[in-house]
């Protein structure tokens, strides 16, 4: 725990918490931040740089406040992949979906936040710097949800905000649309589905729930499988009313003229950006196996990275010893286990290998 100055008028329900983030170290395989490995081409390189250098002539102005053009394109993207009737209207467009994330609860956080846990620990992280009192909510012992109790919770604490993350982080595993609506339908205040790797998912995406319920939220990225996280740009799906409200609460000009341009050429390109998720699908299997081979427990996944267990070593001890031999991956704090994000293939096959090293075979 830091020891703040006595000077710093810090809020008092920050002074417990350290700064978060993965470690950003140099290694030959970085495999701990669920990004795509694939760079984006020349083409795609090129044709962002021709964008930004047009806007550039125009950087003296503030962007368009509302990225109209943009979150058009988002609802056109969105609605090629899941044959929905979207517009601008219902689409927000933020810098990375943590953002989103801290948009929604400065909004709608009046009441509790409810999330399974273990899940992805931006949201109760936000939710603290947002003074908003988070509810851990269970799952079964294999991490998988169990909706009749999810529901039960549900109905018990009567949260403002519930949390369902699919394909869950750190865990990869998904549910189906069919359990997304058995608890929209049990759920008051608003259904948040974080979809952060729904393209590497063969489920259907909770945007199709949206026209019958209204009060569900979907929250996408470009940041994983479309191999865009450094320009950083998240978004959500909703009802329109859900999106009035996001103009309550951003910041003016929030999402800058470079990145609005980026993202718009970016979509453009979907089809190369998308191309590699059925890659890293495949790649994805074959790596389980390669572990399931080795004695250990893999959870199945459908994300692009991989929680694994059944070595006797303390994961941060194994963490460790990958990070010497120049293997970065994720220790998520969960005892007994670490996240493999997958790479493209000499990275996978380092990571075998000196997985096998480390474990003494
Ligand atoms: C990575 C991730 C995000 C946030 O990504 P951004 O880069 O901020 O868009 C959100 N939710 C989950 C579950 C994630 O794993």
């Known amino acids: 725990m830091n020891q703040w100055p006595s000077w710093l008028p810090l809020r008092q329900n920050l002074q417990e918490l350290s700064a978060y983030g993965a470690p950003q170290l140099p290694a030959d395989a970085v495999m701990n ?16 740089a021709d964008r930004i250098s047009e806007v550039a002539l125009t950087l003296n102005r503030y962007p368009d406040r509302d990225a109209l053009v943009l979150r058009g394109k988002l609802a056109d993207f969105i609605n090629g992949l899941s044959r929905t009737k ?75 905000l519930t949390f369902i993350t699919t394909p869950n982080n750190p865990t990869g595993s998904a549910v189906t649309i069919e359990e997304i609506e058995k608890i929209a339908k049990s759920t008051s205040g608003l259904l948040i589905v974080d979809e952060a790797y729904g393209e590497f998912s063969d489920e259907i995406s909770a945007v199709t729930l949206i026209e019958k319920y209204p009060h569900v939220v979907v929250i996408r990225t470009m940041s994983k499988a479309f191999a865009f996280a450094g320009v950083r740009l998240g978004y959500l799906v909703a009802d329109p009313a859900v999106v009035d409200a996001m103009f309550l609460v951003r910041l003016p000009y929030h999402l800058s003229a470079l990145t609005q341009a980026a993202g718009e050429v970016a979509l453009d390109f979907k089809d190369e950006l998308l191309g590699t998720v059925a890659q890293l699908r495949t790649d994805r299997d074959r790596v389980a196996a390669q572990l399931s081979q080795m004695g250990l427990s893999v959870i199945p996944s459908a994300s692009n990275f991989l929680l694994f267990s059944g070595f006797e070593m303390p994961s941060a001890q194994l963490w460790q010893a990958m990070l010497d031999r120049g293997v970065l991956i994720r220790d998520v704090g969960l005892l007994g286990y670490l996240r493999v994000t997958i790479g493209n293939e000499a990275e996978n096959t380092k990571f075998i290998s000196t997985l096998s090293l480390c474990l003494g075979e």
Request: no cysteine.
């Open 33 to 48: 931040t669920n990004e795509n490995p694939y760079p984006p081409s020349a083409a795609l390189a090129k044709s962002i």
């Open 86 to 160: 979207f517009g601008s209207a219902n689409v927000w467009a933020a810098n990375g979906s943590n953002e989103i994330i801290q948009s929604l609860f400065m909004a709608f956080g009046g009441g509790t936040a409810l999330g399974f846990m273990p899940s992805y620990s931006m949201h109760p992280l936000i939710a603290k710097v947002t003074q908003v009192q988070w509810l851990n909510g269970n799952r079964r012992e294999d991490f998988t949800l169990d909706i009749d109790s999810a529901i039960e919770q549900i109905q018990r604490d009567k949260p403002t």
